[in-house]
């Protein structure tokens, strides 16, 4: 039997901690599994990390990261997978929208040889109906950009030793890992869950934070919007030959072509197609410049063991 590490990344999560640690250990000491507990506090500005640290004091299958400021998920995972020591390590959030008891079935299938168990959601709990459409619409592009069924995943899944290893190989510093644990191959299993509402606290995403997060995490993974570009570029050829022809079936029929509006509008819609392809451009520019500097993904101000 093989211990379980659970990284919870935690940012301004003080109302929740006690009773995440409560409810997921309870879980598993009643499973028997073997556990820790890895609270990673991604630049928490209340006391998020002095309550893990009490905690910790009292039952050291809890431990804690805390962050110099807030690095993003991504890096607060990530550091999570770099400092968990189990033989297998699961990842979920903090507010219990992932339900605890979800991570027994995990490690059951890790047990029957699955390196790899993803959590995918069957029911998404109460959303606002707003942020349910441009979620819909966000996975939506992302999945075809990808080429990966990204609707229901989510970052609570199971990773044996050897897909932790494997993932802190990678030299990027600007990662997706919700979609990398697909990339990694292995072999590969999933769970359905519904997600439960939160037990205190609000949500921290938004939408701006969700636009950034697709826009960071698509070009972090794929370069399909530069393929984007191309295809933009191809079809506005399209488009001015076939206008070039209709203008001169039109002057060799003595038909005069509209003024000004025609050409403003070709203007407005070239300038604002190349104006699109430059940001794309310019952000995976700015993303190999992020990754040249070679800067850590996050900084670790102390832990629960200093």
Same mark, same amino acid.
């Given at each position: 039997?093989?211990?379980?590490?659970? &990284?919870?990344?935690?940012?301004?999560?003080?109302?929740?901690?006690?009773?995440?640690?409560?409810? @997921?250990?309870?879980?598993?000491?009643?499973?028997?599994?073997?556990?820790?507990?890895?609270?990673? *506090?991604?630049?928490?500005?209340?006391?998020?990390?002095?309550?893990?640290?009490?905690?910790?004091?009292?039952?050291?299958?809890? %431990?804690? &990261?805390?962050?110099?400021?807030?690095?993003?998920?991504?890096?607060?995972?990530?550091?999570?997978?770099?400092?968990?020591?189990?033989? #297998?390590?699961?990842?979920?959030? #903090?507010?219990? %929208?992932?339900?605890?008891?979800?991570?027994?079935?995990?490690?059951?299938?890790?047990?029957?040889?699955?390196?790899?168990? $993803?959590?995918?959601?069957?029911?998404?709990?109460?959303?606002?109906?707003?942020?349910?459409?441009?979620?819909?619409?966000?996975?939506?592009?992302?999945? /075809?950009?990808?080429?990966?069924?990204?609707?229901?995943? /989510?970052?609570?899944?199971?990773?044996?030793?050897?897909?932790?290893?494997?993932?802190?190989?990678?030299?990027?510093?600007?990662?997706?890992?919700?979609?990398?644990?697909?990339?990694?191959?292995?072999?590969?299993?999933?769970? /359905?869950?519904?997600? $439960?509402?939160?037990?205190?606290?609000?949500?921290?995403?938004?939408?701006?934070?969700?636009?950034?997060?697709?826009? *960071?995490?698509?070009?972090?993974?794929?370069?399909?919007?530069?393929?984007? @570009?191309?295809?933009?570029?191809?079809?506005?050829? @399209?488009?001015?030959?076939?206008?070039?022809?209709?203008?001169?079936?039109?002057?060799?029929?003595?038909?005069?072509?509209?003024?000004?509006?025609?050409?403003?509008?070709?203007?407005?819609?070239?300038?604002?197609?190349?104006?699109?392809?430059?940001?794309? &451009?310019?952000?995976?520019?700015?993303?190999?410049?992020?990754?040249?500097?070679?800067?850590?993904?996050?900084?670790?101000?102390?832990?629960?063991?200093?």
């Amino acid at each position: 039997m093989g211990r379980l590490s659970v &990284i919870i990344p935690s940012f301004n999560e003080e109302d929740n901690i006690e009773n995440t640690a409560s409810v @997921v250990g309870s879980v598993l000491k009643e499973a028997g599994i073997d556990y820790d507990l890895l609270f990673v *506090s991604d630049g928490s500005t209340d006391n998020t990390f002095s309550i893990v640290e009490n905690l910790s004091k009292e039952d050291n299958r809890i %431990q804690g &990261i805390q962050f110099s400021r807030n690095f993003g998920k991504e890096a607060a995972i990530f550091a999570g997978l770099e400092y968990a020591d189990g033989d #297998c390590v699961a990842v979920m959030d #903090c507010d219990l %929208q992932h339900p605890a008891r979800v991570l027994v079935d995990m490690y059951h299938l890790w047990e029957e040889g699955y390196e790899v168990v $993803e959590g995918i959601k069957s029911k998404r709990g109460k959303e606002n109906p707003i942020y349910r459409l441009f979620t819909k619409i966000f996975y939506g592009i992302m999945s /075809s950009l990808m080429k990966l069924d990204m609707n229901a995943t /989510s970052d609570f899944k199971l990773l044996d030793r050897k897909v932790v290893e494997a993932m802190l190989e990678l030299p990027e510093r600007n990662t997706f890992f919700r979609a990398l644990s697909f990339w990694a191959g292995f072999k590969s299993t999933s769970v /359905s869950f519904d997600v $439960e509402e939160r037990k205190a606290g609000k949500s921290k995403w938004s939408f701006s934070g969700l636009v950034k997060y697709a826009v *960071s995490n698509t070009t972090s993974f794929t370069t399909a919007p530069l393929k984007f @570009v191309f295809a933009l570029g191809m079809l506005l050829m @399209v488009f001015s030959v076939i206008l070039g022809i209709e203008t001169l079936v039109n002057y060799f029929l003595g038909v005069a072509a509209d003024g000004f509006t025609t050409v403003i509008l070709l203007l407005l819609i070239v300038g604002g197609c190349i104006m699109i392809s430059l940001g794309i &451009i310019g952000h995976y520019i700015a993303r190999i410049y992020e990754e040249v500097k070679g800067r850590p993904r996050y900084i670790v101000s102390k832990t629960t063991k200093e």
